[in-house]
């Protein structure tokens, strides 16, 4: 959520950025915004004088009776008239109370659909293919004829799809014997990454309520990636850690001493892929179900970027130590995601498709996270607290690791050759074919 005051006193920045982003709809809707913050301003000012209205016709009554009593009049005459214009007045309030719940929840809603702000050092792009390459790792693998990992996992005998798409339906997959302790042994590799480098691992929830969704910015625009869970109360299941692990600090005020925070944690991921259609289907890169080590920051504004550098240095050493060939990028303007101001994608190489693909997104959120879940900080005892800065990243998507590992680290005999640093982890040096 952006900052109310910029719609206020700097509409047209908003306007700048969507145009950025090649978001032109939501361009008339900063008018919108803007229209109904000032309604609601108005109402409740005029609510305000109703109040103090209301107020002095109570305090008069006692002062109307005594006059009319003074004057020999009527006190029982002119307390039901006193009386009665308090009461309409009164009336007033509360219709003046209601009309502004109202329009205050309508602003909430409008403002919950407009995405951060971008960084000033993003690149100007449409989408992807504007994206700019920061740097490379690695060299591209010498294979006569890569095979691609879905080929290689099922003449391997350690992934089967058609048994999954039977059990599960499309974008399900059962990993078998080697390919199930592959995967394994790369999720507590990683692991042992981030917590040797210091982070703090939590193991969260998997059903979330839809507030936290709101706290991290998947609802309300994106409820059609989330698999909804039945009940009495609107939770979903988790489409990232990100979402349990930044709103761990939801509605609290942290002591400015205590940051930067930094969390990493293993969990399943659930996505609908509702707008997917066509992309990536083939294989296991991208599922309905999949699991992630997620990386996520809590920290200062002046400690963000260099967060940022330090958390997409850390995906980097993952694939650097399995020696996987990779490189990095900087998401252009209308590449970049509606809760991130700016983005590092690392893409690994796929020789079977000779091609660079996303494993992991390193984003940082600024404000925009922290102030939807209300995370703050305290500069200093005493102070007034201030609005954190949230950062997330993959580190890595384990399904694309193992993707990548099978693709790059295949041999000419059809056997997978293992990482050495992985070797102990998964107890071989290589998956063999079947005899």
């Known amino acids: 959520m952006l900052d109310r005051k910029i719609f206020r006193e700097d509409p047209d920045r908003v306007r700048t950025d969507l145009r950025r982003r090649r978001d032109e709809e939501r361009v008339a809707q900063v008018d919108a915004l803007v229209e109904l913050d000032a309604e609601l301003r108005r109402t409740q000012a005029e609510r305000d004088e109703l109040r103090q209205q209301a107020n002095a016709a109570s305090k008069a009554i006692g002062v109307a009776i005594q006059e009319a009593k003074k004057s020999g009049g009527d006190p029982q005459a002119v307390a039901a008239q006193a009386k009665a214009e308090a009461q309409a007045l009164g009336e007033r309030v509360s219709e003046a109370d209601k009309q502004l719940r109202q329009l205050d929840e309508r602003r909430e809603d409008l403002e919950l659909r407009f995405p951060n702000l971008l960084g000033a050092d993003v690149p100007d792009g449409a989408d992807e293919s504007e994206n700019e390459v920061l740097r490379s790792w690695g060299e591209a693998p010498a294979i006569a004829e890569p095979r691609a990992h879905d080929e290689l996992g099922e003449a391997l005998g350690i992934i089967d799809f058609k048994r999954a798409a039977k059990v599960s339906g499309s974008r399900f997959t059962f990993l078998r014997g080697a390919g199930a302790r592959l995967e394994h042994a790369l999720v507590r590799f990683m692991r042992d990454i981030h917590e040797e480098a210091g982070d703090v691992e939590l193991l969260p929830p998997y059903i979330v309520l839809a507030e936290s969704l709101k706290g991290t910015g998947q609802l309300p ?144 959120c600024t404000d925009y996270q922290a102030r939807r879940a209300k995370i703050r900080y305290r500069p200093e005892p005493g102070a007034k607290p201030r609005t954190c800065h949230t950062l997330n990243g993959s580190g890595l998507a384990v399904g694309r690791t193992l993707v990548a590992l099978l693709e790059q680290c295949q041999q000419a005999d059809g056997s997978v050759a293992i990482p050495e640093v992985l070797q102990p982890y998964f107890g071989a040096e290589s998956i063999q074919p079947a005899s």
């Open 221 to 364: 625009k994106f409820a059609d990636d989330l698999f909804r869970v039945s009940g009495d109360a609107e939770r979903y299941l988790i489409p990232t850690a990100e979402v349990p692990v930044t709103n761990y600090h939801a509605d609290e005020v942290l002591d400015a001493a205590e940051l930067p925070l930094r969390y990493f944690s293993y969990s399943p991921c659930f996505r609908s892929e509702a707008g997917s259609h066509g992309r990536d289907v083939r294989g296991y890169i991208r599922q309905h179900h999949f699991h992630k080590v997620e990386m996520v920051r809590v920290c200062t504004p002046e400690q963000s970027e260099e967060e940022h550098q330090l958390m997409t240095e850390r995906a980097e050493l993952v694939l650097q130590k399995l020696g996987l060939h990779h490189r990095v990028v900087v998401l252009c303007s209308g590449d970049t995601g509606e809760a991130a101001a700016k983005t590092h994608d690392i893409e690994v190489w796929l020789p079977s498709q000779e091609a660079f693909r996303e494993i992991s997104s390193c984003s940082n």
